[in-house]
């Protein structure tokens, strides 16, 4: 019979079956010169079943895949309301990556969606029946048994537990064979696979990886159905550098993505059939054909026109440095001219005028002499500046990543909540850093985090070891960094005015405030801030900032807490309280034999407090200092304070 007419882009049918509809539809379907030969089953996970909404849902859908560039989507959705056609079951779709298949390769799947979220429950009523009513049809009409048509998302790929957790093969197939001899099914509750990640775990990767594939793609983002985006983070390439889009050559079309470390192809619709660009040109510079253009097109999504006769691009196409992530350019350390340009992989340097002797600025990252250290800064520098952004040395992102090697950087470092916790990230060409706020030195790895799953099944095989047990990467532990850290404070942290106020102050006396004096205090937190507003106190300073990075003010700041005494500078002895702000910093019960622990919260709320202050006083960058200096004691009392960092939040 002849299929119903679609509409819009990609093209839907946007039409619902009954049970019966459907019986009649697939019996006489004309699949055309190729019949599919697999069925890959998925869950929406959203919309689910109250979220659904009929022809309205099916549009919404049809829109997100249009904003994705895709030409075509899943076939069938199995809803609350019935069976709903989307992409013609005679076109090759786009829903499982390799799974789609390809007519290059002879073979293609169809791909069912129910509608829910199956990862702690079983499909049931409804959009079951609905989903069984397909499997068995496309069964019975395909003359395939349901264990050999039948698969399941998350056989391609390592990214997602589609459709559910809760769905197993052996609960689905037995189901598919009951409806087609029309028998009671089994009742079966077979849990999902043994040490699968958790779903909240799975929603921090997805998030993660549409944060690292939307910087350069226009918006069109990640999505695990498309077989460029399972190919590319199966194989580590790294981010995308360009949205998905066509180009002709040699009297065809083909869809082409430019990753980090390579570009994927392939021929329209063979969705499926992804090739490399690499692979392709063997290291060699076509004149003319797709090679050529796609290398020619690989170079524009880096902003860069590819030049055969330069130095730097024969490099980078010799050595697979993927796309420029900008021009060629110039800079000037200890009196010598560099000329540089940033690639997706790393950046390519030579000293100006010896053009043919071209370095890696990775190879820098353990540098230790001076001069290396100082040009490794500058290249660093100017890598981040083409990139879009700034380059702080201090920042455990930034020190990771040179040590890393993955590349320049394609954002800023920013915030992003997922769930009920905060993460910070930074996405560069090869990887994405990120960390749990307030965290900042505990750095984990997007990679590492996608290597955790088990491996998918790639045309029916499973990765096994020695003794047969299916392997599972281990994931990469989180790295610690040492040292002055902290990022820019996104929001300034509230001041809790503490009740009772302490009364252990006098007055300024008409001094302006240009210091401000940092002591360690002996916890736990309740017990110090009671000590200090207790009657009859002699110590108090203006602002306590506890270890979990709550601020507390004891005394206005007109008043002068008595928090330092008398300092004696140049011969002359000063009330250091009239002059100063006090803040103290809980240190642990026992301190200062036992060691400060980790003070990364405590650390950026006072950054915080002290951009406030200096919008206040217009302090000076050296008037932040530790009271045990005035002491003639030593200032690395304070361990875990990274005082040159803080210093920065005065700088104006």
């Known amino acids: 019979m002849a299929d119903f007419p679609t509409q819009g882009s990609p093209p839907f049918i946007n039409r619902m079956l009954s049970v019966g509809d459907w019986k009649a ?65 005679s076109r090759v779709g786009i829903h499982a990556g390799t799974g789609n298949g390809s007519l290059a390769q002879g073979w293609y799947s169809i791909g069912l969606e129910m509608v829910g979220a199956f ?53 689905v197939w037995s189901q598919v064979d009951a409806y087609l001899s029309n028998s009671p099914a089994r009742p079966t509750l077979t849990p999902g696979p043994v040490g699968t990640p958790a779903p909240a775990e799975e929603e921090l990767l997805e998030a993660l990886l549409e944060q690292s594939y939307a910087r350069r793609t226009g918006g069109q983002g990640y999505n695990g159905d498309w077989a460029f985006h399972q190919h590319a983070v199966e194989q580590g390439l790294g981010a995308p550098l360009s949205p998905s889009q066509n180009l002709a050559a040699d009297g065809r079309t083909y869809n082409y993505q ?157 915030q992003l909540k997922v769930g009920a916790a905060t993460y910070a990230i930074q996405v560069y060409a090869l990887d994405t850093l990120y960390n749990v706020v307030p965290n900042w030195s505990a750095v984990r790895r997007l990679s590492a985090l996608t290597q955790r799953r088990p491996a998918p099944v790639l045309g029916g095989g499973v990765v096994l070891g020695a003794a047969g047990v299916e392997l599972e990467a281990k994931a990469e532990p989180e790295v610690v960094v040492a040292g002055d850290f902290l990022p820019p404070p996104a929001v300034d942290h509230r001041v809790v005015r503490h009740s009772p106020q302490a009364t252990a102050y006098g007055e300024r006396g008409g001094r302006r405030v240009e210091l401000v004096i940092l002591h360690g205090v002996a916890g736990p937190e309740e017990e110090a801030l009671a000590r200090m507003a207790a009657i009859g106190s002699r110590f108090a300073t203006h602002y306590y900032v506890s270890a979990e990075g709550r601020i507390f003010q ?99």
């Open 119 to 171: 990862d702690t429950r079983l499909p049931s009523g409804p959009v079951w029946e609905h989903a069984l009513a397909v499997m068995g049809e496309l069964s019975r009409r395909l003359r395939i048994p349901p264990r050999q048509l039948i698969s399941f998302h998350r056989d391609y790929t390592n990214q997602k537990s589609c459709p559910g957790w809760a769905v197993t093969k052996e609960w």
């Open 25 to 89: 539809y697939v019996a006489g379907y004309d699949f055309g010169r190729l019949v599919p030969s697999r069925l890959v089953l998925h869950h929406t996970l959203r919309p689910d079943e109250p979220q659904w909404s009929g022809l309205a849902s099916m549009r919404g859908m049809q829109r997100f895949y249009a904003g994705k560039g895709w030409t075509a989507a899943p076939h069938i959705f199995t809803a609350p309301d019935g069976i709903w056609l989307a992409t013609p079951m």
């Open 258 to 414: 430019v990753f980090a470390r390579d570009t994927l192809f392939c021929e329209v619709p063979n969705w499926g059939d992804v090739r490399s660009l690499a692979e392709l040109l063997g290291g060699s510079i076509p004149p003319a054909g797709l090679g050529r253009a796609l290398l020619d097109a690989t170079f524009r999504a880096g902003g860069a026109e590819f030049r055969p006769d330069w130095a730097f691009h024969q490099f980078a196409l010799i050595n697979r440095m993927g796309p420029p992530v900008g021009g060629s350019a110039q800079v000037a350390v200890d009196g010598r001219q560099y000329a540089y340009q940033a690639f997706a992989v790393d950046t390519l340097y030579n000293l100006v005028p010896n053009w043919g002797d071209v370095r890696r600025l990775g190879d820098l990252a353990a540098a230790t002499d001076p001069a290396a250290v100082r040009l490794r800064e500058a290249l660093l520098a100017a890598t981040y500046r083409q990139a879009g952004t700034t380059y702080h040395p201090d920042w455990a992102f930034h020190q990771l990543a040179r040590g890393f090697r993955i590349g320049p950087p394609l954002s800023d470092s920013y």
């Open 554 to 652: 004891l005394v206005d700041e007109d008043k002068a807490a008595w928090h330092a005494g008398f300092g004696l500078a140049s011969g002359t002895w000063y009330n250091l309280n009239r002059t100063s702000v006090g803040v103290a910093l809980e240190r642990p019960a026992g301190w200062p034999e036992a060691p400060a622990g980790n003070t990364d919260a405590q650390n950026l709320a006072l950054r915080s407090l002290l951009r406030q202050l200096d919008a206040r006083y217009q302090i000076d960058p050296d008037g932040l200092v530790l009271w045990s200096s005035f002491m003639s004691s030593d200032e690395g009392t304070l361990d875990g304070l990274p005082l040159g960092v803080l210093r920065e939040a005065l700088e104006r």
